[in-house]
C-alpha cells in the first residue's frame, strides 16, 4: 500500500463541509478505488468553534490558510475559500510553491490570475484541480481536457447559474415578476453576498472563461467576455418568448471564430424543447460541440455541498492516482493570447420596446432598423391601456453591431421610450 | 520533448478509420495537450489493399494482429476488431504479455473476459482503456471511475444501443411496424451483421456490464444479467405506451440492492417528458445517480466514426500524459462476485394481451392478477373488429416475479392467446 495523501483543507462553508463528510464517509471505497488513504491533517476557516454538522476534532487547526499551505503533513492544499485575491490567493500561491497540489473550487479566482497560477504551478512542477469550479458536479473539466482531447471544439456552451436558472424558471412558472421571484431566491438563501455575482452573470461568466480557455487553447480571458445579466428580463419576456416558441435562459456561449474568440454570457432565447429549454431550477448543463465527437450534453446538480463535494473529491482522487495535468489543458506557454471577437456570429434577435401611441410610431421604428440593415422576421404589437404600446419584434439573422447601431438611432425618433431590450436567439 | 507514443492498430473498419483521420487531422493539437508526439507504427486488417479513404501507406503492415501487438516499435496495441474472442482476444492477451497497453472499443470481449483480461493487465503492470466500447463518444467510463470516484452509486442505467433507439422512436414518428421499420434500418446498415447483438439487447447488455462492474465494484457478470430484446414491440405497444404518457426504451438499469446486483436491460416504458423519453434516434443517453453527487445525465453520438473515434483517442492521450487506473476502477482482486438478484426492485408493469372475446374473459384475467397479488391501476379494452380484443393493463407496482406467476398462470384460462407483453415503467 501507498503512502496517504494528506488533505489541509481551507475554508469550511458548504463545500467544505461536503468534503469532509464523503471522505469520513466513503473512507473505505476511496482507499479501494485510489489505492491509497486519503486522511484530512488540517484544515482552517474564519470561525472555529461554529457548529457545521461535522467534527473537526481530528484535525489540526490553523487560523491563517497560507500557514495550512505550507505545513510539513500537507500533500494538497484543498482551497474552498472563495474570492479571486485575498487569502484564497495567497494560501494557492503558498501551497504550490510549497511543492503542493491544489484542489479548488474557486472559479472567480482561476478566471482572474488563471494564467499567472498556471505559470506558477508548472514553474513549480505542481498541479491546480477545478472540477468543482464549474458547474458543479458536472465533470466538464475532465470532460474537456481528457475524455474529449482529441477533438476541436467548435462551441462551448451552457447554463451554469443555476440561481437565474431558478429565477428565470420560476417567473416563467409561477407568472411573478422578476422582482418578487429576485426576492424569494434571497429567501432561500440562493443568492451571493453580492447578488450581482449571480443575476449580472459574472459568476457564470468565471466559468465560461475558463472552458473557453481549455477548450480553444486560449489564455483565460475574462475581462474580454460580453456580459450581459437577467435584471432587465421581465415577466412579459417570459411569456412572449415562450408564445413563439422559446425560453429564456442566462446561457454562456464560446466559439472560436475567424476573426478570434467569443465569449458570451448573456440571457438568450434558446427552443423551448431543446434540451437546454426544458433545463429547470438550479440545474446546470454545459453543451460541447467538437470535430470528431458531434455534440455531448451533460446536466447535473450546478452547485450544493454533495455534488461540488463530489467534484473536488473526483480531483483529489486524480492526484491520488498521481495523474498529471496542465492547469488549462496544455502547457500554459502554448496558450495563445484569445483575440476577442465581439459577436462575430451573426443571429436573430428578440427585441422588445415600449412605443408611444401615436401615428408613424411603428414605421419609424421600422425604418431605423432597415437603414441598419436589419430586416424583421416578425412583429407583434401588443394590446395596452396605456400611453405606451409595447412592441415586440423577431428580427432575421444579423450582426450585433447593426442591432445595437439602430438600437441606438431609436432614441432619436422620439417615439420609443427607454432603451429596447435585445435578445440573442441562440441555434442550439 | 518526451518520447513519442507508439501505436499498432488491429482493425481498421469505422473506428479504425476515425482513429487514423483524428490522428492525422489533429496531430499538432493531440501534441499540445499530451507533450508528446502520437505516432502509428503498425495496423492490420483483414484486407490490406481495400480503400478506406485514408492512406495506410506509411505504416508497417501485419497480417495477424498479434504480431503487432508483439512488435517492440508499439506501445499501445489500439485493439479495434471486436468480438469477445477470436483474434481480438488473443492480440489483447499478447500485447499485455509483451507489456504493452492496450485501448479498445470492444465491449463484447471485456463483457464475457474481462476479469480474466483486468487480472493479466495488472499482472503484467499494464493498464486496458475502453472508453469507445460503451456508449460511443460519451465520456461514461472516465465520469464512473474518474469524475465521480468519491460516489457510491445507487443506480446507472442509459440508453445504449442507437440502432433500437432508431426502430423504436422510427415506428413512433412513422407508425410503421416493427418490421418494415427493422428492415428499413437493415437498408440503411445500422443493423450489426448478426442482428439479434442489436435487437436482442446483448450489445447493450454488454455495456451495461461494464458500467454495473465499475459502479459497484463487482466483477463483470454479463451471464447474470435480465436481458429482453425489442423483437416483440408491436406498433400498438408504442402508440398505447404514447397515449399514457410513456416512450417505450431499450433501457439498462442496473442498482445494488440488499438482495445483490441488479442488471437489467429491456425494453422500458419511461414518462415522455423525461431526458430518456425525449431521446431520438442513434443518439444514446446514460444516468448516473451517486449518494454525493445526485443525477448526472450525459448525451451524445453511440456510434459512427467520428464519436467512437473521439473516445479511442480520449483513451491515448490519457495514456501518453502518463495516467494509471485499474481496468474496472479499482484492483480486481478487490472486486466483488456480485451475487445476481433477479428484479427485486418492484416497479409498475405495462401489460398487453390479446383475450378472446366471450364474457367473463376480463374478469378471469383480474383473478388471475388479483390471486397473485397484483393490482390493477388502468385497464382499457381497445376497439377490435377480429375476435380477439386487445387488453391493456397498467399494474401498481409488483414483483416482477409475481407478475411472471400470474402471467404463467393464464395459460390456464383459456381466454388469454399467446404470452402476455409484460414491459416495465422505470421510474427515472
Not at 38 to 45: C, D, G, L, R
Not at 112 to 139: D, F, K, N, S, T
Not at 163 to 180: A, F, W
Request: charged share 20%; aromatic share 4%.
Amino acid at each position: 500500500m501507498s503512502t496517504p495523501l494528506r488533505l489541509g483543507i481551507a475554508g469550511l462553508g458548504t463545500v467544505g463541509v461536503g468534503v469532509l463528510r464523503i471522505l469520513r464517509k466513503q473512507a473505505k471505497l476511496l482507499q479501494a478505488r485510489t489505492g491509497r488513504e486519503i486522511v484530512v491533517t488540517a484544515v482552517s476557516a474564519r470561525n472555529r468553534s461554529k457548529d457545521r454538522g461535522v467534527s473537526i476534532a481530528g484535525f489540526a487547526w490553523e487560523d491563517d490558510p497560507v500557514a495550512i499551505a505550507r505545513r510539513t503533513d500537507v500533500d494538497v492544499l484543498v482551497e474552498l475559500i472563495g474570492g479571486s485575491d485575498g487569502p484564497a490567493k495567497a494560501a494557492t500561491e503558498a501551497a504550490l510553491r510549497a511543492g503542493k497540489d491544489v484542489v479548488t473550487a474557486n472559479k472567480a479566482m482561476l478566471a482572474v490570475h488563471g494564467q499567472a497560477l498556471a505559470e506558477l504551478a508548472e514553474a513549480e512542477g505542481r498541479q491546480i484541480r477545478y472540477e468543482a469550479a464549474v458547474a458543479g458536479g458536472i465533470p466538464v473539466i475532465k470532460t474537456l481536457t481528457e475524455a474529449l482531447a482529441g477533438n476541436e471544439f467548435t462551441r462551448v456552451m451552457g447554463v451554469m447559474n443555476g440561481t437565474c436558472n431558478y429565477i428565470l424558471t420560476r417567473m416563467q412558472s409561477s407568472g411573478l415578476s422578476y422582482d418578487e421571484v429576485f426576492e424569494e431566491a434571497n429567501q432561500l438563501g440562493y443568492l451571493e453576498a453580492d447578488p450581482n455575482l449571480d443575476v449580472g452573470g459574472i459568476d457564470a461568466g468565471h466559468k465560461l472563461a475558463l472552458l473557453a480557455s481549455i477548450a480553444f487553447g486560449t489564455r483565460v480571458a475574462f475581462d474580454a467576455m460580453e456580459l450581459e445579466g437577467i435584471g432587465r428580463i421581465t415577466i412579459d419576456d417570459i411569456h412572449q418568448a415562450a408564445d413563439m416558441g422559446y425560453r429564456i435562459k442566462l446561457l454562456g456561449v464560446s466559439r472560436m471564430t475567424g476573426r478570434g474568440l467569443e465569449q458570451r454570457m448573456s440571457p438568450c432565447l434558446v427552443p423551448a424543447g431543446s434540451a437546454l429549454g426544458q433545463l429547470e431550477g438550479g440545474t446546470n448543463m454545459v453543451v460541447i460541440e467538437g470535430d470528431s465527437v458531434g455534440q455531448i450534453v451533460l446536466r447535473g446538480a450546478g452547485a450544493g455541498e454533495g455534488p461540488t463535494g463530489s467534484a473536488v473529491i473526483g480531483d483529489i482522487c486524480d492526484l491520488a492516482r498521481g495523474a498529471r495535468l496542465s492547469v488549462f489543458g496544455q502547457p500554459s506557454a502554448t496558450l495563445a493570447a484569445a483575440k476577442p471577437a465581439v459577436s462575430t456570429t451573426p443571429a436573430a434577435f428578440y427585441l422588445r420596446m415600449a412605443l408611444q401611441d401615436k401615428p408613424g410610431a411603428l414605421a419609424k421604428v421600422a425604418t431605423v432598423l432597415g437603414d441598419n440593415g436589419i430586416s424583421i422576421h416578425r412583429m407583434r404589437q401588443y394590446d395596452h391601456a396605456a400611453a405606451l404600446a409595447p412592441v415586440l419584434i423577431v428580427t432575421h439573422r444579423c450582426m450585433r453591431a447593426d442591432l445595437d447601431r439602430a438600437i441606438a438611432a431609436m432614441a432619436a425618433t422620439g417615439v420609443v421610450e427607454g432603451v429596447p431590450v435585445a435578445l440573442r436567439i441562440e441555434e442550439v
